[in-house]
């Protein structure tokens, strides 16, 4: 009963304090979709992802009310950088849901617009609106109300000190009028938080050296940022047990134990539990010897031994690769080694895929090259019956010109296309779907089925797969050329298929487009199957992975082919659009369906 008091009494005092409307929420996961397409619509970058922004800590002169909730000591606001756009969470700051969903649509617009040069946050924030209300003068009337809506909410400038007084009505000033406040005032205190502005970019934190998720290869890809969320984190020095001073009396003790520094975070904690733990903590301290959960860690991986590994096919193709920071392309920067699986050895199509694989035959098979014959010609390969009966007629009667066109022709209906399908076998296809199947056994019966059926449509293909360990050593595993015959060696190929390293998908491309152009066909296609984000242990991370992608991708359709990307990865809405185009690409929901579900995507792809 103390407890469902104590969670009342304090749901009660933090609702007061915080001064919202809950009934009146707008969530930004309910609407990132919308938010998306009109900050892009409003000229913003295509390529920053909406997440969700991490609270800032504040220092304001908090109500006694504020403090005995322990509230207003951190606030979500948005900002940019060059990864992300940041929104807040939530937002139930107006009696009003309209209101509250205008708020995020007129950020949106915010961080759509450039960033003013050499101004600081006061000025630069009120350049941003003026510039926003020039370009779209229908917000002028949303900044208005809101601006109208948010002075209620911001302290009285007459309960506060002298500085501080100044320089709320500084602030109440540029949100009235943009631009007619030069400067910010300066207090002891930090302003209260303007959530219609745009705020600097987080830092890192206050590690010295590397921090979690830089291009450390012994450090994890983000480990705290769960949820799209960054949180500040230092570096500490390990626990060190022999250090320390006891002040008491030996003699009041009772008993002697041992103590045993125990990480249950890392240990014994659900991963969920640990989460919230972290979303409570205002800096995160991580020690240089512990280690973060398996999930996050990066390892860096060793390749095999040469006499275990699979066979190398020449010295290896350098390639350019794109980088998007100078706008400029590095010349050779990454290496291509094909590969042949070594210990590959004939096989036939598994049991449990025969079935499926004869109706898509038959499904197929009416694809395929048919004879027809072409009456009336000039030349051809054999006479044309009724066309020389016809001319007979016509002779004997003397009706007029006789026809000369006596032969008839056989000509076969070709589809001009020609398509190379590319497999991403990095290290994350080694994860299990369900109890049987891992992603690269779905990977695998997927490119048996789809060939089989292209088998029995006569249309040339090919099929590759790829993995990367950095930028000098990216494996192209060689499993059919387009003038390959389909067979059990071909077959034997496909299931010795195993997970590799990482994925750097804009070199796989770019090779593979370096093969599909050489072929005459007038429709190419380039059909990519993946599981995940580009990504590589080195710099290949993050932005850096999807321009360089999404310009191979450019480079493919210059000349002439058609890409189009197959994925299972759930967020693959977040970059997909961006990388191959709205229309370019179709996510799996179900892992389990791929392999039924390619050959129908080729239909679609070629009819």
């Not at 008993?255 to 205002?282: C, K, L, N, Q, Y």
């Not at 079935?355 to 027809?372: D, E, G, H, I, Y």
């Amino acid at each position: 009963m103390e407890e469902w008091v104590g969670y009342k009494w304090h749901e009660y005092i933090t609702r007061q304090a915080l001064g919202e409307f809950p009934e009146h929420a707008v969530y930004l996961k309910n609407e990132a979709r919308t938010l998306g397409v009109l900050f892009r619509a409003f000229g913003g970058d295509p390529a920053l992802s909406l997440v969700t922004a991490e609270p800032r800590h504040f220092r304001l002169r908090r109500k006694f009310l504020h403090k005995i909730a322990g509230t207003h000591r951190k606030f979500e606001l948005a900002w940019r950088d060059e990864q992300n756009l940041r929104l807040p969470e939530k937002v139930a700051k107006f009696p009003s849901r309209q209101l509250n969903r205008e708020l995020y649509i007129w950020l949106a617009a915010l961080a759509a617009s450039p960033a003013p040069a050499d101004n600081d946050w006061f000025t630069g924030n009120q350049a941003l609106v003026l510039d926003v209300i020039a370009r779209w003068p229908g917000l002028e009337r949303v900044y208005q109300h809101l601006v109208k809506q948010i002075l209620h909410w911001r302290p009285d400038p007459e309960t506060l000190s002298p500085p501080e007084a100044l320089r709320e009505q500084a602030i109440r000033q540029a949100l009235i009028h943009p631009g007619s406040v030069p400067a910010l005032p300066s207090a002891s205190t930090d302003p209260w938080p303007v959530i219609l502005w745009l705020y600097p970019a987080l830092e890192q934190g206050k590690a010295g050296g590397q921090v979690t998720g830089d291009d450390d290869p012994r450090s994890s890809p983000g480990g705290l940022t769960k949820k799209n969320k960054r949180r500040q984190a230092e570096r500490v020095e390990a626990f060190d047990r022999d250090q320390g001073l006891m002040i008491f009396r030996l003699e009041s003790l009772f008993s002697w134990t041992d103590f045993i520094p125990v990480d249950r975070a890392g240990d014994d904690t659900d991963e969920e539990d640990a989460e919230a733990v972290a979303d409570d903590m205002d800096m995160i301290s991580v020690s240089n010897d512990r280690k973060e959960t398996s999930s996050s860690i990066k390892f860096d991986l060793d390749l095999p031994a040469e006499e275990h590994d699979d066979l190398r096919l020449g010295p290896g193709i350098h390639l350019p690769e794109w980088d998007w920071r100078s706008q400029s392309y590095r010349e050779a920067f990454c290496c291509v080694q094909p590969m042949l699986a070594r210990d590959a050895t004939p096989a036939e199509l598994p049991e449990a895929l025969r079935r499926p694989a004869k109706q898509l035959q038959r499904q197929f098979s009416a694809l395929k090259p048919l004879k027809q014959w072409q009456r009336q010609q000039l030349d051809g390969d054999e006479l044309d019956l009724d066309a020389c009966l016809e001319r007979e007629v016509q002779n004997r009667r003397g009706l007029g010109e006789i026809n000369q066109k006596l032969f008839r022709r056989c000509q076969q209906s070709q589809r001009d296309l020609a398509c190379l399908v590319l497999a991403d076998t990095s290290l994350s296809t080694e994860t299990y779907i369900n109890n049987h199947q891992r992603v690269i056994d779905i990977a695998r019966d997927g490119l048996q089925l789809l060939s089989e059926a292209l088998q029995a449509s006569r249309d040339p293909f090919a099929l590759f797969a790829f993995s990367s360990r950095r930028r000098d050593h990216v494996r192209f595993h060689h499993l059919k050329s387009f003038e390959e015959p389909y067979n059990s060696t071909i077959r034997g190929r496909i299931q010795a298929l195993e997970p590799g390293f990482y994925t750097r998908m804009g070199t796989a491309i770019r090779q593979a487009t370096r093969l599909l152009q050489a072929r005459h066909e007038h429709q190419k296609i380039l059909l990519l199957l993946t599981d995940g984000k580009p990504n590589d242990l080195d710099l290949y991370e993050g932005r850096y992975g999807v321009e360089d992608t999404r310009m191979a991708v450019q480079e493919a359709h210059k000349v002439g082919l058609t890409p189009f990307c197959v994925t299972i990865d759930d967020e693959a809405s977040e970059y997909l659009p961006y990388v191959f185009g709205s229309n370019n690409y179709v996510v799996i929901r179900d892992p389990a369906q791929l392999p039924l579900q390619l050959p129908k995507l080729y239909l679609n792809l070629t009819q």
